[in-house]
C-alpha cells in the first residue's frame, strides 16, 4: 500500500507530459467505420447547378464562408456529435471577450484535481500564475485542460457559471443542435454540438484577429513563473500550418479534437483571393482529419467565387426607378436616402451569374440603421446577402417592386403596416447653409454699394464745403482790404485786384458823383454790411505791401469826370 501511494504521489507530484493524440492510428474496426462513412449522403450534392463536393469517410463536416455564412459543403451538419477539444474554440472566444491579455490568472487546486491525469496537460501547478495571454497559447496550442479550467474559472467565477456563458453565447450564434458541460471538450453523454453549430462558432472565433494569430503559431514558450524555473515549450497540433506535414497554403489557424468517442475532429480556417472559408470535419480518422479538410478547402476555393452586393446588383438597388414609392419627399430626389450596404457579398458557384441567385427582402432586419435585408438563394441554399441602410434622420416612404418568397418573378409592391418618416438631416443642414450663405452675401454685397455712395456723396459735399469756404473767405478778404484802402485814401487810385470785389462799381460811383458835384446814393449792399465810420482797417498800406508783394504795380488811374478817356 505504502508503494501505491508514493507512486500516486509521484505521479501527482510530477509535471505531466502534454498528451498528444492528433496521429492516433485507427483500428480495424475504426478504420472499416471510416470507409463506410463515405457512403453517406452529401446534401450540398443535391442543389441544381451546385459543383459536386468530394467524398470523405468522416462522420459530419461543413465549408462555409467566414463573411457570408453561406454554405458551400454540407455533409450530415445537423447530427450532434461529441467535439472533443475543439470546444476549445467557444472557451477561448469568451476569454478574449471578457478579459484583458495582460490579466493574471491563479491556477486553483480544483483547477489542476479535477482534470483527469491521463487527458492532455501542460504540467501546470496549484497556485502557478499564468498570464490570460499564455494561458491561450497553452489552451489552443497546447490543447490543456487544466489551462482550460482554470481560465472558465477566471471568467465565471466558477466552471458552471462559465458553462452557462458557453450555452448562452451558443445560442447567440444560432446554434440549436449545441449543449456544453465543460471548458475542455472531456466526455460527457451531455456534451455535444454539430458541425453546423461548430462552423457558426468557428465564424466568429476566426473574425477575432488575436484568436488567428494565436491559433495559428507553430510553437509559443510559456516562461518561468512563480512557482516553476523552467519554461515550457508549446507546439502546434495543427498540420496544415506552415512547417508541419499537411501544411496548406493560405492556413490562418485551427484548433484539433481528439477522444476515443469522438475520434478526430478538426476545425480550420484558410483565406485565398478574398475569400476566408472554414472548415469542420467530425468523427474522422487521422490523418484523414488533415487530407479530407485540404480536399474540402481545394474545393471551395476552386469552385466559387465572391461578389460584392453593392457593385452587382442591378434590379434592387436604390438607383433602379420605382424600387421604391416616396409620399413625401422633402429634400427633392429620394434616392439619397438609401444605399445597399457595400460590404454584403454572396458566394455562387463560378460561372453563375449574379442574377441568376434569387433574393427575398425582410423588412424587419433587427440591425440597427438598416431599414431591410436582402438574402441571395440559389435554390433553396443561402449564399450571402446585405442591408439596406439609411442615413440618420426621418422620410416618409414605401417600397414598391421587391420580389418575395410568393411572388416568384414579378415584381409586386410592398405595403408596411407603419409608416416612417424620414429627413435626411445632412441633407437639410447643406442646403439651410447655402441659402444662408447667399443670404449673407448677398447683403454684404448691398452693404458695400451703398456704403461706396454714400462715401461718394459725402467727399462731394465736402469738397464742395471747402471750396465755398474757400471763395467766401477769399470774397470776404477782397472786401476788406478794398474798403480798408479806399477809407484811408479815398482820392487813391484803385488796384487792378481791388476791381474784383463788388463794391468797386459802388466806389467808382461815389468818386464820379462827388467830381461832379452830385450826390451818391447811399452805399448799402445786399451781400456787405453797412458801412461803418467807426470801423478801423485791420490793415496798413505797409502790412498789404508785405504780405502782398507786387500788389502795388497793379493800380489803375481815375480820369477826370470831363475826360475824353473816362467811359471808354
Not at 312 to 317: F, I
Request: net charge negative; glycine share 6%; charged share 25%.
Amino acid at each position: 500500500m505504502k508503494i501505491i501511494a508514493a507512486a500516486v504521489a509521484a505521479f501527482i507530484l510530477i509535471p505531466q507530459m502534454p498528451v498528444y493524440a492528433v496521429d492516433t492510428t485507427p483500428t480495424e474496426e475504426y478504420a472499416t467505420q471510416w470507409e463506410s462513412r463515405k457512403s453517406l449522403p452529401v446534401e450540398s450534392n443535391t442543389i441544381a447547378g451546385w459543383p459536386k463536393g468530394p467524398e470523405n469517410g468522416c462522420e459530419s463536416a461543413i465549408l462555409m464562408d467566414v463573411e457570408t455564412g453561406a454554405i458551400l459543403y454540407s455533409k450530415n451538419i445537423n447530427e450532434q456529435l461529441y467535439p472533443a477539444s475543439t470546444t476549445k474554440i467557444m472557451t477561448a472566444l469568451l476569454v478574449v471577450e471578457n478579459c484583458h491579455m495582460d490579466e493574471v490568472v491563479t491556477f486553483s487546486d480544483e483547477s489542476i484535481d479535477n482534470t483527469e491525469w491521463g487527458s492532455s496537460r501542460i504540467g501546470i501547478k496549484k497556485g502557478e500564475q499564468l498570464t490570460v495571454e499564455q494561458c491561450l497559447y497553452g489552451l489552443l496550442l497546447g490543447s490543456a485542460n487544466e489551462v482550460a479550467y482554470a481560465l472558465a474559472e477566471h471568467v465565471g467565477g466558477d466552471l458552471e457559471s462559465f458553462v452557462g456563458m458557453m450555452n448562452d453565447r451558443a445560442a447567440q450564434l444560432g446554434c440549436t443542435n449545441t449543449h456544453f458541460v465543460n471548458a475542455s471538450g472531456l466526455p460527457d453523454p451531455e456534451h455535444y454540438v454539430s458541425a453546423l453549430d461548430l462552423a457558426k462558432i468557428a465564424k466568429e472565433f476566426f473574425s477575432n484577429e488575436t484568436l488567428c494569430m494565436i491559433s495559428g503559431s507553430a510553437k509559443y514558450v510559456i516562461p518561468t513563473t512563480n512557482l516553476t524555473d523552467e519554461e515550457r515549450p508549446l507546439e502546434n497540433h495543427h498540420k496544415m500550418i506552415p512547417g508541419k506535414k499537411y501544411a496548406y497554403e493560405g492556413i490562418i489557424g485551427g484548433k484539433t479534437g481528439f477522444t476515443t468517442d469522438a475520434r478526430q475532429t478538426l476545425v480550420t480556417c484558410a483565406l485565398r483571393d478574398g475569400m476566408k472559408l472554414v472548415c469542420v470535419v467530425m468523427k474522422d480518422e487521422s490523418p484523414y482529419q488533415f487530407t479530407d479538410t485540404a480536399q474540402l478547402l481545394d474545393y471551395g476555393f476552386a469552385s466559387f467565387d465572391k461578389l460584392n452586393v453593392a457593385e452587382n446588383e442591378n434590379r434592387y438597388n436604390i438607383k433602379s426607378s420605382g424600387f421604391f414609392h416616396t409620399d413625401l419627399d422633402i429634400l427633392g430626389s429620394s434616392r439619397d436616402i438609401l444605399a445597399l450596404n457595400k460590404s454584403g457579398s454572396i458566394v455562387i458557384p463560378k460561372g453563375m451569374k449574379f442574377e441568376d441567385a434569387s433574393v427575398t427582402v425582410d423588412y424587419e432586419p433587427g440591425v440597427k440603421n438598416a431599414v431591410a435585408r436582402l438574402d441571395y438563394y440559389v435554390g433553396d441554399n443561402y449564399v450571402g446577402g446585405t442591408t439596406l441602410d439609411y442615413a440618420s434622420g426621418e422620410k416618409l416612404f414605401e417600397f414598391a417592386n421587391i420580389i418575395t418568397d410568393s411572388s416568384k418573378d414579378q415584381p409586386q409592391s410592398y405595403k408596411p403596416d407603419h409608416k416612417t418618416v424620414f429627413v435626411t438631416v445632412s441633407d437639410v443642414v447643406k442646403k439651410l447653409f447655402i441659402i444662408v450663405g447667399s443670404l449673407f452675401l448677398l447683403i454684404l454685397l448691398v452693404e458695400i454699394i451703398f456704403r461706396f455712395i454714400r462715401s461718394a456723396q459725402r467727399a462731394k459735399l465736402k469738397k464742395r464745403k471747402r471750396y465755398k469756404k474757400r471763395s467766401e473767405n477769399r470774397r470776404y478778404n477782397y472786401k476788406k482790404r478794398s474798403e480798408n484802402k479806399r477809407r484811408r485814401n479815398p482820392g487813391e487810385q484803385i488796384s487792378s485786384r481791388d476791381m474784383y470785389t463788388k463794391p468797386i462799381y459802388k466806389e467808382l460811383q461815389k468818386r464820379s458823383a462827388s467830381a461832379s458835384g452830385q450826390v451818391a446814393e447811399p452805399d448799402y449792399d445786399e451781400d456787405y454790411e453797412e458801412y461803418d465810420e467807426d470801423y478801423e482797417p485791420s490793415y496798413t498800406e505797409e502790412q498789404m505791401v508785405k504780405d502782398f508783394p507786387g500788389m502795388e504795380g497793379y493800380g489803375i488811374e481815375l480820369l477826370p469826370l470831363d475826360h475824353p478817356d473816362r467811359w471808354k
